[in-house]
């Protein structure tokens, strides 16, 4: 049964830092790793989709990276905005079928 | 191109009632998915439906929870007698493959009292 572990649960950093969230996950027998992005009263946004055979991916100022031979992703935010205020998931995905399997979430506060 | 429509936004109810979600997903996604999402957690899938066959409903607690997709479109998640740890918000996602491009709707947050 997959599991997956998020740390840290909450992080407070002021605006313009660089930070690292991570993701661990127990059964790397994986289709694809995906990270999203839950604001307060909203559904989920979806951010990076990296494939099981990619080392990393990006977008703007997001960088993910996956190693699946040890269970683990990162997501990496340059510049941080108090925009970027939000909880961040990473989610694994099994098989075809697209059954996420969430982690518990980042919470991340950017202070201005 | 809309999004996924769920309703109502918010629901309480006095536990032992019922309460039922709807779920109108993005038109010509095939693959529907509910998952419930308890504060603190990370959302946990429920049901996921393939046009209007079931295809995962392994976690859903099927003496209290039940679900259908008619026409393979629509969607209604149904609680019925809801207990107090059934409080979460409902979250209704769609995708046209099944591994890409999942969008998800704002979701329902449901309070037991």
């Known amino acids: 049964k997959q599991e997956v572990t998020q740390i840290p649960a909450a992080l407070s950093v002021p605006e313009g830092e660089n930070l690292v969230l991570n993701c661990s996950f127990t059964?790397?027998?994986?289709?694809?790793l995906q990270w999203f992005r839950q604001d307060p009263g909203k559904g989920l946004t979806s951010l990076l989709l990296?494939?099981?055979?990619?080392r990393e991916q990006t977008s703007g100022r997001l960088n993910a990276s996956l190693d699946k031979s040890s269970g683990r992703s990162t997501l990496y935010i340059a510049a941080s905005q108090p925009g970027d205020s939000a909880t961040y998931l990473c989610?694994?995905?099994?098989?075809?079928?697209?059954?996420?399997?969430f982690g518990q979430g980042t919470e991340l506060s950017v202070k201005p | 191109e809309a999004g996924v429509a769920q309703s109502p936004r918010y629901k309480i109810i006095e536990k032992r009632q019922s309460v039922a979600f709807w779920c109108n997903p993005i038109?010509?996604?095939?693959?529907l998915y509910w998952y419930q999402q308890i504060l603190g957690q990370g959302p946990k899938l429920l049901i996921q439906?393939?046009?209007?066959?079931?295809?995962?409903d392994s976690q859903l607690p099927k003496d209290r929870f039940s679900a259908e997709r008619l026409k393979g479109v629509d969607s209604t998640l149904k609680i019925q007698p809801a207990k107090l740890e059934d409080s979460a918000v409902y979250l209704c996602?769609?995708?046209?493959?099944?591994?890409?491009?999942?969008?998800f709707g704002s979701g329902t947050r449901l309070t037991v009292v």
């Open positions: 996602a769609s995708s046209s493959t099944g591994v890409y491009g999942y969008t």
């Open positions: 059964d790397s027998a994986i289709y694809n």
């Open positions: 439906f393939q046009n209007n066959g079931v295809v995962d």
């Open positions: 989610a694994p995905v099994g098989d075809q079928g697209g059954k996420l399997i």
């Open positions: 990296i494939q099981s055979s990619q």
């Open positions: 038109s010509g996604h095939a693959t």
